[in-house]
């Protein structure tokens, strides 16, 4: 990318992700993620003034898997990273590249008037974003 070649969020971000409740299970969301073939879900907001979390496969694996828990008796709530780091749908994926160093994230929500738009990861960034720059 040279020079002024502005991509918003939106451009390159999923819109279809996957939403789960605080009390479901891990092994629910696990079904889930497979269903969806996705590697994250957010979680839902337990009302207005809540934030939105996230629970990564890393986090199932380092949190229930590698110290020998059932999935079918801990919650999402109890593995997710809350408050999640919300991005604007207008925002240049430049920019949102440099927030996911920053803060050390990956994926993150794409956030407008309080509701989820979609996602976005790095694979969206540079794979639906750089390399589709001429």
Same mark, same amino acid.
């Given at each position: 990318? @040279?020079?002024?070649? =502005? &991509?918003? /969020?939106?451009?390159?971000?999923?819109?279809?992700?996957? /939403? $789960?409740?605080?009390? @479901?299970? *891990?092994?629910? *969301?696990?079904?889930?993620? *497979?269903? +969806?073939?996705?590697?994250?879900?957010? /979680?839902?907001?337990?009302?207005?003034?809540?934030?939105?979390?996230?629970?990564? $496969? @890393?986090?199932?694996?380092?949190? &229930?898997?590698?110290?020998?828990?059932?999935?079918?008796?801990?919650?999402? =709530?109890? &593995?997710?990273?809350?408050?999640?780091?919300?991005?604007?749908?207008?925002?240049?994926?430049?920019?949102? %590249?440099?927030?996911?160093?920053?803060?050390?994230? @990956?994926?993150?929500?794409?956030? +407008? %008037?309080?509701?989820?738009?979609?996602? *976005?990861? =790095?694979?969206?960034?540079?794979?639906?974003?750089?390399?589709?720059?001429?």
């Amino acid at each position: 990318m @040279s020079g002024n070649n =502005y &991509v918003a /969020v939106t451009e390159v971000m999923e819109e279809e992700c996957l /939403v $789960v409740d605080g009390l @479901s299970t *891990v092994a629910e *969301v696990l079904a889930k993620m *497979v269903e +969806k073939d996705v590697a994250f879900a957010f /979680v839902e907001k337990r009302d207005e003034h809540d934030e939105y979390g996230i629970v990564l $496969v @890393s986090d199932i694996a380092k949190q &229930v898997l590698a110290p020998h828990k059932s999935p079918d008796r801990i919650n999402a =709530y109890e &593995v997710m990273t809350k408050p999640v780091l919300p991005v604007q749908p207008d925002m240049d994926i430049r920019y949102c %590249a440099r927030l996911f160093d920053q803060f050390g994230i @990956s994926t993150a929500p794409v956030i +407008k %008037a309080g509701e989820i738009l979609g996602a *976005v990861t =790095y694979d969206h960034l540079v794979l639906k974003g750089l390399a589709q720059q001429k």
